[in-house]
């Protein structure tokens, strides 16, 4: 199944599936989960940045520095990556094709893709952030531990603490990253773009109104 539509100059398809979405995410978190961790036991201990891996290590285990987190910090990677990739896209062109103006389809891409993304994965956040605060794991054990500590807790609410301000990162990342991918992708993957190109010029109004041979020249010059 594919998603997104067409996005930057008509005829331009960029094309991906879900779960190739979310894998790519997912495979980020792998990276994301231990240095998160170092960066939340540096924030809660006051420790420098080499001292850090080598106290977690002493407290929890070498597997913690490593595990601690990671399937939380993973599923949230791929959540994100979704919704950028995939979701934000895709509303913005839905909004265009309603007729809004591309200015307020991106809008409505970041603030629909941004809320949803932020709302599906901002549990496994606070999970994740609660085991690696607790790195020996002494109040907040397992992903079910953990969950089933916070809903004794707060209730339904615990899971989204900090929804708001994190929220209102994330439609600035989807605004900002899909902004970035349409304005550099024809620049870094031209070959994707080229015949996209010569078939919009050909449908110009110039090609119509002048013949056969002022369409070759203007594919000449969109190849070259």
Excluded at 21 to 44: D, H, K, N, T, W
Excluded at 67 to 89: I, K, W
Excluded at 104 to 110: E, K, L, N, R
Excluded at 157 to 184: D, H, P
Aim: aromatic residues 8%; charged residues 15%; negative net charge.
């Amino acid at each position: 199944m594919h998603v997104l539509g067409h996005q930057g100059p008509p005829g331009v398809p960029v094309q991906g599936s879900p779960h190739v979405f979310f894998s790519s995410g997912g495979l980020s978190g792998l990276a994301c989960g231990p240095m998160e961790l170092v960066m939340i036991q540096q924030q809660r201990y006051g420790t420098s940045l080499f001292s850090t891996p080598g106290k977690i290590i002493g407290d929890a285990g070498i597997g913690a520095l490593f595990g601690r987190g990671l399937m939380m910090s993973c599923g949230r990677e791929g959540v994100f990556t979704a919704g950028m990739l995939g979701l934000g896209p895709t509303l913005r062109r839905s909004a265009e094709d309603a007729g809004y103006s591309k200015p307020q389809a991106a809008m409505a891409g970041a603030l629909g893709g941004g809320v949803i993304v932020a709302s599906l994965s901002h549990p496994m956040d606070t999970i994740k952030t609660c085991q690696q605060g607790d790195v020996a794991g002494k109040t907040y054990g397992n992903i079910a531990h953990a969950a089933k500590v916070l809903y004794e807790k707060e209730g339904i609410g615990a899971f989204f603490r900090g929804w708001s301000y994190r929220t209102g990162r994330m439609i600035c990342a989807v605004f900002l990253l899909n902004e970035c991918k349409l304005q550099l992708s024809p620049i870094l993957f031209p070959h994707h773009f080229a015949s996209a190109f010569s078939a919009q010029a050909c449908d110009a109004p110039v090609c119509d109104a002048t013949g056969n041979d002022e369409v070759e020249e203007v594919e000449v010059g969109v190849e070259v």
